[in-house]
T-cell receptor, first 113, second 116 residues
Framework: AQSVTQLGSHVSVSEGALVLLRCNYS??????LFWYVQYPNQGLQLLLK????ATLVKGINGFEAEFKKSETSFHLTKPSAHMSDAAEYFC???????????WGAGTKLIIKP | GAGVSQSPSNKVTEKGKDVELRCDPI?????LYWYRQSLGQGLEFLIY????????KSGLPSDRFSAERTGGSVSTLTIQRTQQEDSAVYLC??????????????FGPGTRLLVL
């Protein structure tokens, strides 16, 4: 069975500091992995996705994520946090050959001025 | 172009009442998904439509939940005899197709349901 674990329900960083949001997955087949962001009172928006083409994936708004098979991780990073990055971030894995996504519980990113 | 829209944005109902939630997907998108997001939890898959048919209803939590899609477009999620544990945000998403490629799902803003 596939699952996704996001470490830390809340992460707080200072403006300008590195953002690191952790995601670990379990999958018996090569996974397809996604990061979505949910801004307050808005719908979920795709940040980036891993589809086995390249292990380092660049997304929107300066975010990127690296797929590490040996660590079963797909952590999301951004070199310098902006106040506008404050949102909730969700990691998801596609369920086998199915379209269904299995979701992590989410991490709320708080940016301190 | 227009994104996925959902209505109502908020719904407060009394325990035991029926509710209907509506989703308008992006025009031309054949695949449609319903999810439930409870407080502090990730998204829970409910049902998937390809066109008007629902090949996967595995996520519906009970027989009080049903959904339909007409004309390959608008979908309605109905919850009968609502319970307090049904309180959550119900999210709809659509994608162009589900032909086995890794597609992006486009989400609506959700309907926040509160059952008193």
């Amino acid at each position: 069975a596939q699952s996704v674990t996001q470490l830390g329900s809340h992460v707080s960083v200072s403006e300008g500091a590195l953002v690191l949001l952790r995601c670990n997955y379990s999958s018996s087949v090569p996974p397809y992995l996604f990061w979505y962001v949910q801004y307050p009172n808005q719908g979920l928006q795709l940040l980036l996705k891993y589809t086995s083409a390249a292990t380092l994936v660049k997304g929107i708004n300066g975010f990127e994520a690296e797929f590490k098979k040996s660590e079963t991780s797909f952590h999301l990073t951004k070199p310098s946090a902006h106040m506008s990055d404050a949102a909730e971030y969700f990691c998801a894995v596609r369920k086998g050959s199915n379209y269904q996504l299995i979701w992590g519980a989410g991490t709320k990113l708080i940016i301190k001025p | 172009g227009a994104g996925v829209s959902q209505s109502p944005s908020n719904k407060v109902t009394e325990k035991g009442k029926d509710v209907e939630l509506r989703c308008d997907p992006i025009s031309g998108h054949t695949a449609l998904y319903w999810y439930r997001q409870s407080l502090g939890q990730g998204l829970e898959f409910l049902i998937y439509f390809q066109g008007n048919s629902a090949p996967d209803k595995s996520g519906l939590p009970s027989d009080r939940f049903s959904a339909e899609r007409t004309g390959g477009s608008v979908s309605t999620l109905t919850i009968q005899r609502t319970q307090q544990e049904d309180s959550a945000v119900y999210l709809c998403a659509s994608s162009p197709s589900s032909g086995g490629v890794v597609e992006t799902q486009y989400f609506g803003p959700g309907t926040r349901l509160l059952v008193l």
